[in-house]
């Protein structure tokens, strides 16, 4: 996707030719504004086939005004009336719930910018719990004993925040998913610190990871790297996958210490020797298979959603084995953040109405779920275990993060 700024517009407007297969607009009365605001920066698609509720429009919207969408004020209501007449929910396959022994509850908080897109959380070990605002460019702090919460503001050099991990001296680093660099927040200061990735090809910093020796990995999607910094003097050295366009997406430690990840363009996950960055690759079974996330156990299993398909993958890198469950909501439900808690894996099926959380026992191969409610869930891009076991997640598209309790 380009990402241009709002002063281009013009420029734009002059020189556009008019795109062969662009979907054309209804007309209403903020048609018009609709195709010349909306158009900026990605192509109506994203509108037209992206039918939602008159709650999720106007979160939309907002996120897109503070991704610098030249909205008008005055033009918002009659845009959001467009929209929510125009294009309204979208018929999604139904959550299909499996009852089970395992007892959750859930507990979800609103962020107080509106349109943030909270993208990733992050259980910290003081017990808060940390999100990326991506759309309104902020990291935020929350304390769930006291029920408050701190934002942050990364301003424009490391915008469009995406993935978090903390470091041993509970500073929270980030890949600034648009202005491609990784930041540092030291959270008693506020204070900043931008890494800038040595090459303009690596675009869309996407999944921080720290290793046990304190490196910090990370996956490029657009760009097709795999990167390391070392938080010791600040280098960053990347290499690019043999794949190409393998677009590198989750990534977790493994039981050897090693980064692993998974390819969202390829049926493939690969390993990265942790000196050498040597990428050594493994293909998964099935040809279209597309891997979106992963989460390894202490046992050293890599376990991943596979997201086209609706698959929950295993993988055991010592036999080289693969294997797949079809998650509880069938090959439409879109298995996306995953995570293990209290020896079981977890993740959430963003296609369904609404979303879900499932856990799979690895010992019994028995899934259990549960609708994410009241909110539907709004896509949970990632979540992560806490200490304790329970299980933190961010959802995007509701504006919400949330905590849940494994009982
Ligand atoms: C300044 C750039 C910009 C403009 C202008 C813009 N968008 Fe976006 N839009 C984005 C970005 C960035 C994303 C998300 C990319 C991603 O998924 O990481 C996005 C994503 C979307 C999505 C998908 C959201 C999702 O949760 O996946 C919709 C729907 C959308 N835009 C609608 C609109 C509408 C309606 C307008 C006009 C009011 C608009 N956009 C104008 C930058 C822009």
Known sequence: ??????????????????????????????????QSVCTVCHDLNRIVEGGRSRREWETTLHMMVNAGA????????????????HFPERA??????????????????????????????????????????????????????????????????????????????????FTANFSSAIGKLDPASGQFTRYPLPDPAARDPHTPVFDRQGILWFTVQGGNRIGRLDPATGAIRLVAP???????????????????????????????????????????????????????????IIWYTDFPRGMLGRFDPKSGSFSEFSSPSGPRSEPYGITIAKGAVWY????????????????????????????GGGVVRNMMATAAGDIVMAESGVNRIALVEVK
């Open 348 to 375: 959430s099926e963003s296609g369904v109405r609404p979303n879900t959380l499932v856990r799979f026992d690895p010992r019994a191969a028995r899934f259990q779920s549960w609708e994410i409610l009241p909110s």
């Open 242 to 300: 043999p794949t190409p366009d393998a677009h590198p997406y989750g990534m977790a430690i493994g039981a050897d210490g090693a980064p692993y990840f998974v390819d969202f363009g390829a049926n493939k996950l690969g390993r990265v020797d942790p000196q050498t960055m040597a990428i050594r690759e493994y293909i998964l079974p099935h040809p279209e298979s597309r891997p979106r996330r992963l989460a390894i156990g202490d046992d050293g």
């Open 1 to 34: 996707m380009r990402r241009m700024p709002a002063l281009l517009l013009p420029i734009l407007a002059l020189t556009a030719v008019p795109a062969l297969a662009a979907p054309s607009l209804p007309p209403g009365p903020a048609a018009a504004t609709v």
């Open 92 to 173: 999604l396959p139904p959550a299909r719930v499996i009852e089970g022994t395992v007892a959750i509850a859930i507990r979800e908080w609103e962020v107080p910018t509106p349109g943030a897109r909270p993208h990733d959380p992050l259980a910290a070990r003081d017990g808060s719990i940390w999100y990326t605002g991506q759309m309104a460019s902020l990291l935020g702090r929350f304390d769930p004993e006291r029920g408050k919460f701190h934002e942050f503001p990364t301003g424009a050099a490391l915008a469009g925040p995406h993935g978090l991990a903390e470091d041993g001296n509970g500073a929270i680093w």
């Open 70 to 85: 030249p909205l008008p004020s005055d033009q918002f209501a009659p845009v959001l009336d467009y929209l929510a007449t």
